[in-house]
């Protein structure tokens, strides 16, 4: 299996911030991966395909981009509704898998 | 704007077969590509398996052996089987919907809002 790993486990910001979230890769995937956002208690949310293409209705202040065996996520203007885990998965290899998670907090 | 609702029950007992059924609307169950995934409490998501509106259907070496999946057309539905469940197998399982990207690969793009289901005697 392909081994997807996230970092910062997590990360503390203010509003206004701008994080960026890494996941790497154990082997090269091109750009088959994707972004999720989850809230407590709620289902995972897509917000990016393709390392870097937003999911309709993902505002653009989320950003991906990557190839091969790094990708990150870049959330701008962090407001309070931003604050979650986010996860990557990429789709290329069998099974599909996915990484440990990123959990954004309020500083 | 395609909606899924997982149902089912919500505990079952070790070595029982866990069943359940995801509801599509708004959108056609047919040549689709309809996913299982599932979330132990706490921990990452893991990918259980796909199927298509043709009844075609691959799983997770990991799980194959005990996942069965289906297609009720009819009722805009499919279903998920897991035989011989320990408390492993507790999670939130989410059904999801999988389109092709550009260059055909399966991405998920929506997700159903998960069930929890508990092995437990």
Redesign the interface.
Known sequence: DIQMTQSPSSLSASVGDRVTITCRASQGISNYLAWFQQKPGKAPKSLIYAASNLQNGVPSKFSGSGSGTEFTLTISNLQPEDFATYYCHQYIGYPATFGGGTKVEIK | QVQLQESGRGLVKPSETLSLTCTVSGGSIYNNYWTWIRQPAGK????IGRIISSGNS?S???LRSRVSMSVDTSNNQFSLKLSSVTAADTAVY?CARELY???Y??????????TLVTVSS
């Open positions: 990452g998501l893991e990918w691959n997770n070496p990991s989410y990207d550009t260059d690969y399966l991405y998920i793009e929506s997700w159903g809002q998960g």
